[in-house]
């Protein structure tokens, strides 16, 4: 099965800084990669603009924008850096444009998997999203990519049931936030925990009529493959076959891998490659195929691109 793909060369513009662990080089490592394994060929690589203000204010305070903004319009210069937070999220000169640029490739995608041209897409994008809250940019993310996603497909196709899968290794507190009190949108989370950013513990499970549509699945430090796939059969798989999605969103970090610098956990691309293999299942069982994924972390170059390979791979995959 042929699959999308959002890429444009403007994300490497985003500039972290020398050392930052969200540089410019994951993605390069990860074009590499598909080149090198002949899979660039077979993607079909989407069209995509800018999201526009009214977009992103579906999920993001004129507040939050306005700060991200304005930050980036202080760097005078493209290594003229901003933060905006305590010290790990760093801005330059372009930082804003290029985050409206990766929400639009994720809204893109949208519009393909919903108007048929294509069943799943995979979006290279940066910066990434998932820890970023309705009014709070944090740990390397701007706007919550996935958030914003998951809103513009409820707002434009009317979806009643979406489900945001996150494996990155740390918490996706900003998803969680924005979906909290959803019933519409189902938040599912495997992270390292206790672990950066704090949330993240079983007992979080949504307020109001959101009670019951965040599932948490902390894992302990040194967790491999076998508690990961026990969670899926144990909490998720039941969690899919209740709630049925029409729309499947992964926010897909890979620094849960085993040589990740950031953390410690002991996933390999193997085990990426059967994560996204019950997505593929599920998705084929409820929502037409239909899977968008989400780049968010993964630090370790070697790891990244090929856990990436094989994640596309079983998602071509029927």
């Not at 069209?47 to 306005?66: C, K, L, P, R, Y």
């Not at 929400?103 to 919903?114: F, P, S």
């Not at 919550?144 to 513009?152: D, E, G, L």
Request: hydrophobic share 40%; proline share 4%; charged share 20%.
């Amino acid at each position: 099965m042929k699959i999308g793909f959002v890429y444009n060369d403007k994300f490497l513009l985003h500039n972290t800084g020398l050392y930052h662990p969200e540089r410019p080089d994951r993605l390069k490592s990860i074009i590499q990669a598909l080149h090198s394994s002949n899979l660039w060929q077979k993607l079909q690589h989407l069209n995509f603009e800018s999201a526009n203000i009214e977009t992103v204010q579906m999920v993001h305070g004129d507040t939050h924008i306005n700060f991200v903004r304005e930050t980036c319009l202080k760097a005078q210069k493209f290594d003229n850096l901003q933060l905006l937070d305590s010290g790990d999220t760093p801005v330059c000169r372009d930082s804003f444009e290029i985050a409206l640029l990766a929400a639009g490739g994720c809204t893109a995608a949208i519009d393909a998997v919903m108007t048929g041209v294509i069943k799943r897409v995979f979006c290279a994008v940066r910066p990434p999203g998932h820890h970023a809250e309705s009014n709070t940019p944090m740990g390397f993310c701007l706007f919550n990519n996935a958030a914003i996603a998951a809103n513009y497909a409820k707002k434009k196709y009317n979806l009643k049931r979406i489900l945001i899968l996150d494996w990155d290794v740390h918490h996706g507190n900003g998803t969680q936030e924005i979906f909290y009190d959803d019933d519409q949108v189902f938040y599912v989370s495997l992270h390292q925990y206790p672990f950066y950013p704090g949330t993240g513990a079983k007992d979080e499970i949504g307020i109001g009529k959101g009670e019951g549509y965040t599932l948490n699945c902390p894992m302990r430090a040194g967790s491999g493959e076998e508690e990961y796939l026990e969670a899926f059969e144990k909490y998720i798989v039941p969690a899919f076959n209740l709630f049925q999605p029409e729309l499947f969103i992964i926010s897909a970090g890979f620094d849960a891998h085993r040589n990740d610098p950031l953390a410690n956990i002991n996933l390999t691309e193997e085990s990426f490659r059967k994560m996204t293999g019950y997505i593929v299942k599920y998705a084929n069982k409820f929502s037409q195929g239909r899977i968008i994924s989400i780049l968010e972390g993964g630090y370790d170059l070697e790891a990244l691109s090929n856990s990436v390979k094989v994640h596309i791979e079983e998602l071509m995959s029927d």
